[in-house]
């Protein structure tokens, strides 16, 4: 099968998960994925949870390899200015420039999309920021937590009622829409230069992702201006939507909003009598009696384990899902069987499972090409390829411009 994007050439200057993120999903698909890495390296690497292993070996950087598996790394110091003049060559010879700098910042190294599209008129630069690239905020850093579940408003609609504390998130949640959404804006982009000859510019920011995210309550509320009130499970709008903790104190979730559900729920967990109870025989009536009916639904599934309501949901078709723990998703046979978690190995051979893009050809070739690169690991080779080499080379690494292998 062919790579979707093979021949495709992309430099990557960005740090964390969003932005490396949406070029994984381009390595993924063949493109050849230069990342372009402080001498330090990615303030990424090291800083998630590292996977346990056996005493006396090294950590695996699960999270690093997942978002830049499959690029290739030199490490340059873009506030030099030959440092910043090298990744402009490589921006010249390129597809795509993806780039997660504020715009002040880009212009200050002369990475902006004015300038590269100067030297490379049918180069497409991507931008991802918090805010985008115009308004107020325009220059305020962001990061997931701040711009797209605070600023966005996803994590006040997440909140119980009443509750002093917000819900604690995971990483990367918001990071990865907005990668999704970064990533289809450069293929629509690649698709404009292919059509018009014209380079492109796209802005993708945290703010943005968490509007669509948001959209189902925003879309309202753009209209009437009017907050969505938080609802615990006795304000819940249909009886068959939310979480109940079973006997085994695990929690299945249901949802099956429509009327024609609720007799055939009654009859799975034994309480025929409620089809007919004028507390519960229709919509509106189990809305009034909320409170009443979950805490007679609570009793019901209190009485048998999640794995005996599953198998009885299942006999009778109905719609529910359990409230896994990481460690059974990872283990999930519906996510093996389609090939959620493929095997990649790192530099020393070591082979783990990772994430899989969220979507697949049945043409094409994506998948994984590769580990992460170490720090510069590439620094040398990709230079080279640049016609930089021997006497330079070694004067930019002596005088700190670039590191890794070329250093």
Not at 48 to 58: H, L
Not at 77 to 105: K, T, Y
Not at 379 to 388: I, K, Y
Request: hydrophobic content about 45%; aromatic content about 6%.
């Amino acid at each position: 099968m062919a790579a979707p994007l093979e021949g495709v050439r992309v430099v990557e200057v960005a740090g964390w998960m969003a932005a490396p993120g949406a070029a994984a999903l381009m390595a993924d698909m063949g493109a050849d994925v230069v990342k372009v890495e402080p001498l330090r390296g990615d303030p990424m690497r090291g800083a998630t949870r590292q996977p346990r292993v056996p005493e006396g070996e090294s950590p695996i950087d699960a999270a690093f390899q997942m978002d830049n598996r499959g690029k290739r790394s030199i490490a340059v110091a873009i506030n030099e200015q030959r440092g910043a003049d090298l990744v402009r060559r490589l921006a010249a010879r390129s597809d795509v420039f993806l780039c997660n700098l504020l715009p002040s910042r880009q212009a200050r190294f002369g990475l902006d999309a004015t300038t590269l599209l100067g030297l490379n008129p049918r180069l497409v630069h991507a931008t991802l920021t918090g805010y985008g690239p115009s308004g107020p905020d325009a220059t305020r850093p962001g990061y997931d937590l701040t711009a797209f579940f605070g600023r966005g408003a996803v994590l006040d609609a997440m909140s119980e009622p009443d509750n002093p504390a917000p819900p604690r998130l995971r990483p990367a949640q918001g990071d990865h829409a907005a990668a999704l959404a970064l990533f289809g804006g450069v293929l629509a982009a690649l698709r404009l230069v292919e059509a018009t000859g014209e380079g492109q510019v796209v802005d993708v920011s945290l703010l943005a992702a968490a509007a669509w995210t948001m959209s189902s309550d925003l879309s309202a509320t753009l209209v009437d201006g009017v907050t969505p009130t938080p609802q615990g499970r006795i304000a819940r709008p249909h009886a068959l939507h939310g979480g109940f903790r079973c006997a085994d104190r695990r929690w299945i979730l249901l949802f099956m909003p429509e009327p024609h559900w609720w007799p055939r729920f009654c009859e799975a967990v034994g309480r025929p009598g409620w089809i007919e109870d004028e507390r519960f025989a229709t919509w509106a009536a189990r809305a009034v009696n909320m409170p009443e009916l979950t805490r007679l639904m609570d009793e019901a599934f209190a009485t048998r384990p999640l794995s005996e309501w599953c198998a009885l949901f299942d006999e009778r078709g109905l719609i529910w899902g359990p409230a896994s723990t990481v460690a059974e998703f990872a283990a999930d046979e519906q996510a093996a069987a389609d090939g959620l978690f493929p095997e990649i190995g790192d530099a020393s051979g070591r082979r783990f499972r990772t994430v899989r893009a969220p979507l697949r050809l049945q043409g094409g070739d994506v998948g994984p090409r590769g580990p992460a690169p170490g720090v510069g690991e590439h620094t040398t080779a990709v230079l080279t390829e640049l016609g930089v080499a021997g006497d330079d080379l070694a004067a930019l690494a002596r005088d700190g411009v670039i590191g890794g292998s070329g250093g």
